[in-house]
């Protein structure tokens, strides 16, 4: 059959976008000033922007898109211009709460104010423990002191003797009993000038020494005694006590001064109802216990060697300021970027220690800040997927930003929620979060979450592609230029440029599309840097940016190797020559996530006389997905509409990607799959050497597809081995070829007419290439051209229904 020229046959100059070196209007990159600006993501910029200016609760910013589309580089640039602006910072202190020491106070100051509170609270203690102990050396404090305790004494001995007195009247004597380890009075009757106990009474009747009547009235004298000594003893007390409580007064009177002026000089420092009332309970904390300001007896030693002390804990504790925000340094607004969102690193914690004791114990000074409290009045920027799967921090962030207040806990009470009765007073912040993720993770939150809609109102998408015009392509320059300076790389000449702009373009998937994934345009730029010195070249060409695209396809092909292999092997089946019934060799590709490749596969199909229509094998083996179920409705659909316009349609279809052992989705084949069942019908072959793509509507109108440059080189890849014959090409969707970014030796081959690519529009355009006959009009007698494929069909789909109806009679 002749194979001659179609009219449907694509251009060579269409199959690939040119950038001409020329165009750029630089010879290297070294004529180019770089600039470090955000590219083709003008949308996002302008949410982001929003996000970040608005002041109104809930306008936090979720940030999606792929990787490497510029979404970190980005905000890190548009924050960058909120680092100048004047805020006003906080500085947050946490203090020791003498009502509940559960329950730490929160201290707000303004920036630079905390570290100054705490060396001042630290410096209070330092003086009142040089101070105190001094006054209570003063000459004048000592005498008063000595003049009052001699004064109580005084009473003390006056009340002693009388009760002395009374006792030995009785023939009794009051001495000093050791009960345990303290000394209590005790009264002991007097035999022969000596104390006796009652024990020895009885053997001093036995000796005539006492009588019995005596006992028992020395009995009777003890009892009446002792209730008189607990009275003495009661009024010893209650001059003990006057006497504490004069020697406090006198304390009072001689140190309140002291006291009150230091923390005075305090509380004029700043300017703060809170923190004036925690200070009076601090003096009236001081005030309360002076001693413990006077220095400690030092610690005995053992044969003249000091012995091992646990380490001595802060005797002061209570008094001390922990500043857990220290705005002091930051000049401008708070930016946080949190690499490693773990609870603690994002809550802040209450951490433990064990004392000398050996318990573990914590306090106010063992809180510990997280990046949320850091970034408190600018921005923390986080990762959805790191803040989804830490445990506990999704829920606590949602609560903080939705409440506005933040609670420090310990994790296990965070992420764990076991109880604590530690519960520092929570912290009012105002925090703007940026959240990286892709569109999957922020629809699926829209859905599942309802908090996630009123606290995350703004969403900033990031593109994969921008409009190629020639302000995008001065960007791509400028952004080489930055990535060679920046990384020290060789300069890239004219044509170099031009290759890797042609590769963004190639990478976007359509000729007037560029690529914003920049991650991978810089690995390409360092990449063909690395070749142009392994070549010992000084300037990066073409060629060394053509050689870093195959290496990096080399590396990376594998898979894509072992199938070709089979196929060239004959392990897998696909014919790239002669004429078959009933087969084509469709296009597939396939996703192996860094790389994506284009293969053939044999459809094939077959009919018969039944009812059952197109019978996908795929489907009936649970080996198709949505999108080819559909696809092959479609199908039903288009020859329902094409033939049972006078005739119920009595046929049975089976079609089937041979050797297809992992499944199908996607519906580019359905036109494949029309042209084998169309074959099969009319018993024409179909060509074997053309590979066949493209969607299909029930009106036989072809639909564009995606992957469209992988699955014209994979088929070309097979036949450019078994040898181009020059009748060798694919069919392709019309609304494809803007999309067309071929490889140069593919592009080659084309030129010279030893490969064809041919975009049509219809089944019928496929169907006449395919097999070199007319697909044939209806007439107006509702028939069809004759002999022509569509004829030869609707004849057999006759004969299956004639054949139908004999079998039911």
């Given at each position: 059959?002749?194979?001659?020229?179609?009219?449907?046959?694509?251009?060579?100059e269409?199959?690939?976008?040119?950038?001409?070196?020329?165009?750029?209007?630089?010879?290297?990159?070294?004529?180019?000033?770089p600039?470090?600006?955000?590219?083709?993501?003008?949308?996002?910029?302008?949410?982001?922007?929003?996000?970040l200016?608005?002041k109104?609760?809930?306008?936090?910013?979720?940030?999606?898109?792929?990787?490497?589309?510029?979404?970190?580089?980005?905000?890190?640039?548009?924050?960058?211009?909120?680092e100048?602006?004047?805020?006003?910072?906080?500085?947050?202190?946490y203090?020791?709460?003498?009502?509940n020491?559960?329950?730490?106070?929160?201290?707000?100051l303004?920036?630079?104010q905390?570290?100054?509170?705490?060396?001042?609270?630290?410096?209070?203690?330092?003086?009142?423990?040089?101070?105190?102990?001094?006054?209570?050396?003063r000459?004048?404090?000592?005498?008063?002191?000595?003049?009052?305790?001699?004064?109580?004494?005084?009473?003390?001995h006056?009340?002693?003797?009388?009760?002395?007195?009374?006792v030995?009247?009785?023939?009794?004597?009051?001495?000093?009993?050791?009960?345990?380890?303290?000394?209590?009075?005790?009264?002991?009757?007097?035999?022969?000038?000596?104390?006796?106990?009652?024990?020895?009474?009885?053997?001093?009747?036995?000796e005539?020494?006492?009588?019995?009547e005596?006992?028992?009235?020395?009995?009777?004298?003890?009892?009446?005694?002792?209730?008189?000594?607990?009275?003495v003893?009661?009024?010893?007390?209650?001059?003990?006590?006057?006497?504490?409580?004069?020697?406090?007064?006198?304390?009072?009177?001689?140190?309140?001064?002291?006291?009150?002026?230091?923390?005075?000089?305090?509380?004029?420092?700043?300017?703060?109802?809170?923190l004036?009332?925690?200070?009076?309970?601090?003096?009236?904390?001081?005030?309360?216990?002076?001693?413990?300001?006077?220095?400690?007896?030092?610690?005995?030693?053992?044969m003249?060697m000091?012995?091992?002390?646990?380490?001595?804990?802060?005797?002061?504790?209570?008094?001390?300021?922990?500043?857990?925000?220290?705005?002091?340094?930051?000049?401008?607004?708070?930016?946080?970027?949190?690499?490693?969102?773990?609870?603690?690193?994002v809550?802040?914690?209450?951490?433990?220690e064990?004392?000398r004791?050996?318990v573990?114990r914590?306090?106010?000074?063992?809180?510990?800040?997280?990046?949320?409290?850091?970034?408190?009045?600018?921005?923390?920027?986080?990762?959805?997927?790191?803040?989804?799967?830490?445990?506990?921090?999704?829920?606590?962030?949602?609560?903080?930003?939705r409440?506005?207040?933040?609670?420090?806990?310990?994790?296990?009470?965070?992420?764990?929620?076991?109880?604590?009765?530690?519960?520092?007073?929570?912290?009012?912040?105002?925090?703007?979060?940026?959240?990286?993720?892709?569109?999957?993770?922020?629809?699926?939150?829209?859905?599942?979450d309802?908090?996630?809609?009123?606290?995350?109102?703004?969403?900033?998408?990031?593109?994969?592609?921008?409009?190629?015009?020639?302000?995008?392509?001065?960007?791509?320059?400028?952004?080489?230029?930055?990535?060679?300076?920046?990384?020290?790389?060789?300069?890239?000449?004219?044509?170099?440029?031009?290759?890797v702009i042609?590769?963004?373009?190639?990478?976007?998937?359509?000729?007037?599309?560029?690529?914003?994934?920049?991650?991978?345009?810089a690995?390409?730029?360092?990449?063909?840097?690395y070749?142009?010195?392994?070549n010992?070249?000084?300037?990066?060409?073409?060629?060394?940016?053509?050689?870093?695209i195959?290496?990096?396809?080399e590396?990376i092909?594998l898979?894509?190797?072992?199938?070709?292999?089979m196929?060239?092997?004959?392990?897998?089946?696909?014919?790239?020559?002669?004429?078959?019934?009933?087969?084509?060799?469709?296009?597939?590709i396939l996703?192996?996530?860094?790389?994506?490749?284009?293969?053939?596969?044999?459809?094939?199909?077959?009919?018969?006389?039944g009812?059952?229509?197109?019978?996908?094998?795929?489907?009936?083996?649970?080996m198709?997905?949505?999108?080819?179920?559909?696809?092959?409705?479609?199908?039903?659909?288009?020859f329902?509409?094409?033939?049972?316009?006078?005739?119920p349609?009595?046929?049975?279809?089976?079609?089937?990607f041979?050797?297809?052992?992992?499944?199908?989705?996607?519906d580019?084949?359905?036109?494949?799959?029309?042209?084998?069942?169309?074959?099969?019908?009319?018993?024409?072959?179909?060509?074997?050497?053309?590979?066949?793509?493209?969607?299909?509507?029930?009106?036989?109108?072809?639909?564009?597809?995606?992957?469209?440059?992988?699955?014209?080189?994979?088929?070309?890849?097979?036949?450019?081995?078994?040898?181009?014959?020059?009748?060798?090409?694919?069919?392709?969707?019309?609304?494809?070829?803007?999309?067309?970014?071929?490889?140069?030796?593919?592009?080659?081959?084309?030129?010279?007419?030893?490969?064809?690519?041919?975009?049509?529009?219809?089944?019928?355009?496929?169907i006449?290439?395919?097999?070199?006959?007319k697909?044939?009009?209806?007439?107006?007698?509702?028939?069809?051209?004759?002999?022509?494929?569509?004829?030869?069909?609707?004849?057999?789909l006759?004969?299956?229904?004639?054949?139908?109806?004999?079998?039911?009679?």
């Amino acid at each position: 059959m002749a194979k001659n020229k179609s009219s449907k046959e694509v251009p060579v100059e269409q199959l690939r976008w040119h950038c001409h070196p020329k165009s750029l209007g630089v010879k290297t990159s070294d004529e180019v000033k770089p600039k470090k600006e955000i590219i083709g993501q003008e949308r996002a910029l302008r949410a982001l922007r929003l996000g970040l200016e608005m002041k109104h609760p809930g306008y936090n910013v979720f940030v999606a898109g792929f990787s490497g589309t510029g979404r970190m580089t980005t905000i890190k640039r548009l924050l960058a211009e909120f680092e100048k602006t004047t805020v006003h910072l906080k500085d947050r202190c946490y203090v020791h709460n003498f009502e509940n020491s559960d329950q730490p106070l929160l201290i707000t100051l303004p920036a630079g104010q905390g570290n100054q509170f705490r060396d001042d609270m630290d410096t209070l203690i330092q003086d009142l423990i040089k101070n105190i102990p001094a006054a209570f050396e003063r000459k004048r404090f000592k005498d008063e002191r000595k003049r009052l305790m001699e004064l109580f004494q005084e009473r003390q001995h006056s009340i002693l003797k009388d009760f002395e007195q009374k006792v030995k009247e009785r023939g009794f004597e009051v001495i000093q009993v050791q009960t345990g380890g303290a000394m209590r009075p005790d009264i002991t009757p007097v035999v022969e000038n000596q104390p006796v106990s009652f024990e020895q009474l009885d053997a001093f009747v036995k000796e005539g020494k006492v009588s019995k009547e005596q006992v028992e009235q020395m009995t009777k004298d003890r009892a009446v005694l002792e209730t008189q000594m607990e009275v003495v003893l009661r009024e010893m007390r209650n001059i003990e006590r006057k006497a504490k409580d004069s020697m406090n007064e006198l304390s009072q009177r001689f140190l309140l001064p002291i006291v009150k002026d230091t923390i005075d000089e305090i509380r004029e420092k700043y300017q703060h109802e809170k923190l004036h009332l925690y200070l009076d309970e601090v003096q009236e904390s001081i005030m309360a216990d002076l001693n413990r300001f006077r220095p400690s007896e030092e610690q005995p030693q053992l044969m003249g060697m000091p012995q091992a002390m646990p380490p001595e804990e802060d005797a002061f504790t209570e008094y001390r300021v922990n500043v857990i925000v220290d705005n002091s340094k930051t000049k401008g607004v708070p930016i946080v970027i949190e690499t490693n969102p773990r609870y603690k690193n994002v809550f802040g914690t209450i951490e433990r220690e064990v004392d000398r004791a050996g318990v573990w114990r914590t306090d106010f000074t063992l809180i510990k800040p997280g990046s949320l409290l850091r970034a408190d009045g600018g921005y923390l920027v986080i990762n959805a997927v790191d803040a989804l799967t830490e445990q506990g921090v999704w829920q606590i962030l949602k609560r903080t930003l939705r409440n506005g207040l933040l609670e420090i806990q310990p994790i296990e009470t965070g992420v764990f929620g076991a109880s604590s009765a530690f519960k520092p007073e929570p912290i009012e912040i105002d925090v703007k979060v940026v959240m990286l993720g892709d569109a999957y993770i922020y629809y699926t939150l829209y859905d599942q979450d309802d908090d996630f809609k009123k606290i995350f109102k703004v969403r900033a998408d990031f593109d994969t592609v921008m409009p190629k015009i020639p302000e995008s392509i001065e960007r791509y320059v400028h952004f080489i230029k930055m990535i060679c300076d920046d990384e020290k790389l060789k300069p890239f000449d004219s044509s170099a440029i031009a290759a890797v702009i042609e590769y963004g373009v190639r990478l976007a998937g359509r000729q007037n599309k560029l690529s914003t994934r920049f991650n991978i345009i810089a690995d390409l730029v360092r990449e063909s840097h690395y070749w142009t010195t392994k070549n010992g070249n000084g300037t990066v060409t073409h060629k060394h940016v053509l050689k870093a695209i195959d290496e990096r396809i080399e590396r990376i092909r594998l898979a894509e190797v072992k199938m070709k292999e089979m196929i060239l092997e004959g392990v897998m089946m696909i014919d790239t020559d002669g004429e078959v019934v009933g087969q084509v060799n469709g296009l597939s590709i396939l996703d192996m996530r860094e790389y994506i490749f284009g293969v053939p596969t044999r459809i094939t199909a077959k009919t018969s006389v039944g009812r059952q229509g197109v019978i996908n094998v795929e489907r009936e083996a649970q080996m198709s997905g949505p999108l080819h179920d559909k696809g092959v409705l479609i199908i039903s659909g288009y020859f329902h509409g094409m033939y049972a316009y006078n005739k119920p349609l009595a046929m049975n279809a089976s079609i089937t990607f041979e050797q297809n052992y992992g499944g199908v989705d996607g519906d580019s084949a359905s036109s494949t799959e029309i042209y084998a069942i169309l074959s099969s019908l009319s018993n024409v072959p179909i060509r074997q050497d053309i590979g066949v793509t493209g969607s299909v509507n029930q009106k036989g109108e072809i639909q564009p597809i995606g992957g469209i440059n992988q699955k014209i080189e994979g088929f070309f890849d097979i036949c450019n081995v078994r040898k181009l014959t020059g009748t060798q090409g694919v069919l392709i969707p019309h609304q494809n070829k803007k999309d067309l970014m071929l490889r140069h030796d593919v592009i080659h081959a084309v030129r010279k007419g030893k490969f064809h690519i041919y975009a049509i529009a219809t089944i019928d355009e496929g169907i006449e290439i395919l097999t070199g006959k007319k697909a044939g009009k209806r007439l107006k007698n509702g028939m069809f051209e004759t002999n022509s494929v569509h004829f030869l069909a609707d004849h057999t789909l006759t004969e299956y229904v004639k054949h139908w109806k004999a079998l039911l009679m």
